[in-house]
C-alpha cells in the first residue's frame, strides 16, 4: 500500500487534533479546526521535524493547546500514514503549555484531560512561569504583548531552560514590512475579541533587530518566511542554542 500524499496526511492530522476540543465546545472545536487550517506553521514544523521525536516541549502562550493535541496526534501515526518526504513523526513528545488565559487554559485541559503528563497545562504569565528544562520551546505570536525588555528577559529564560542544541522556535511580525505587520496586528486584535479576551498594547520590532537579539543571547538563527496563503508580514525564526556559549546579561 502506498503512503499518503502529504495533503491527505496532513487533513487527517487536522482532523484527528481538532476532534478533542469537540467535549470542549463547539467554539473550541471549530477554533481549533480553522487555527491548523488555515495557518501554514503548524504543517511546516510536522513536514520538516523542527520539533524532535522524545522531545520536553515547552509551549508559551499555547492558547487551548492546539500545538500540543497535533504533536501528540503526529506521534501515534502509523507508519503507514506518514507521507514520504516528511521528517519522522514527533513521536513521545511532551508537553507543557503555558498560557495566561483562563479560558483557554480550561479548553485545552478539558480537550487533551485523557493525554496525562504527556500535555500538561499551566495558567500563568510568560514573565514569572517557570519554564522546565526542555528540548523545544515554541512561541508563537506572542512576545509581541510583553514591552522589549521583558521579551528580552523572557528569551534569556528559554536559552537557560533549553538543552545545549535544543531549539526555539519563534514566530514574530517583521515590523519593517509595514503593510503586512499593519495587517497581522488588525486580525491579532480581532481574534483577541472574538477568543472573549482584552486586547493589550503590542511592541513590535524589524526581523533584524530580532536575529540580532537572538544571536546575542547564544542563538545559532534561520529565518524563514511564514506567511504563505496569507497578507502577514509573519516570519518563523528556528533558533538553536549553541553548546559553547552561554546566554549573555
Partial sequence: MSRPTPDAAWHRLRETAA???????????????GKLGMDPVFRHLLSQGLVPPAARVLDIGCGQGVLASLLLSAGRSAPGDWPEGWAPAPCGTRVT??????????????????????????????????????????ILDVLHYIGHAEQDAV????????????????????????????ISQWVDRLVTRVRGHRVPPTYGRPLAAWIEQLRALGFEVQPRPMSQGTPFANVLLVARRRSDAGACA
Fill in 155 to 182: 528569551l534569556r529564560r528559554v536559552h537557560a531552560a533549553l538543552s545545549p542544541g535544543g531549539v526555539l522556535l519563534l514566530r514574530v511580525g517583521d515590523a519593517a514590512q509595514k503593510r503586512g505587520y499593519a
Fill in 19 to 33: 476532534a478533542p476540543y469537540r467535549s470542549a465546545g463547539r467554539f473550541a472545536w471549530h477554533f481549533a479546526r
Fill in 97 to 138: 503549555g503555558i498560557e495566561l488565559m483562563p479560558r483557554d487554559v480550561a479548553r485545552a485541559r478539558a480537550a487533551l484531560a485523557g493525554e496525562g503528563e504527556a500535555a500538561r497545562f499551566v495558567c500563568a504569565d510568560m514573565r514569572q512561569a517557570e519554564f522546565p528544562p526542555s528540548e523545544a520551546v515554541v
